[in-house]
Nanobody, 127 residues
Framework: QGQLVESGGGLVQGGGSLRLSCAASGFTLDNYAIAWFRQAPGKEREGVSVISYNGAYIFHGDSVTGRTTIVRGGGRNTVDLLMNNLKPEDTAIYYC????????????????????WGQGTQVTVAS
């Protein structure tokens, strides 16, 4: 089945940057589309970014477009999310997830397309 573990969260000042990492064990990340989602208190979990298994497709959510980059870590078996110009509204728990079938990449914001989730990492942006 495998496991996903997120890291890199923390407290950052508004306007700052952060790099989150999603590490896999038990399977190879490069064989799957991987997405980052986030969930703020009292809100629905929303898609942040997704990268296809070969990197040919990358999509970002409207609220983070222009401020995020998603990259594969190659031999580290990771997928990283780089965020800059952070805002207080970016405060949330950030999760990475494995897409069950990469053919659904254009429906990447649908949570039912994912079969494995990490436990999340907290990101707090101070104003």
């Amino acid at each position: 089945q495998g496991q996903l573990v997120e890291s890199g969260g923390g407290l950052v000042q508004g306007g700052g940057s952060l790099r989150l990492s999603c590490a896999a064990s038990g399977f190879t990340l490069d064989n799957y589309a991987i997405a980052w989602f986030r969930q703020a208190p009292g809100k629905e979990r929303e898609g942040v970014s997704v990268i296809s298994y070969n990197g040919a497709y990358i999509f970002h959510g409207d609220s983070v477009t222009g401020r995020t980059t998603i990259v594969r870590g190659g031999g580290r078996n990771t997928v990283d999310l780089l965020m800059n110009n952070l805002k207080p509204e970016d405060t949330a728990i950030y999760y990475c997830a494995r897409m069950r079938d990469g053919r659904w990449i254009k429906h990447w914001t649908r949570r039912d397309k994912y079969d494995l989730w990490g436990q999340g990492t907290q990101v707090t942006v101070a104003s």
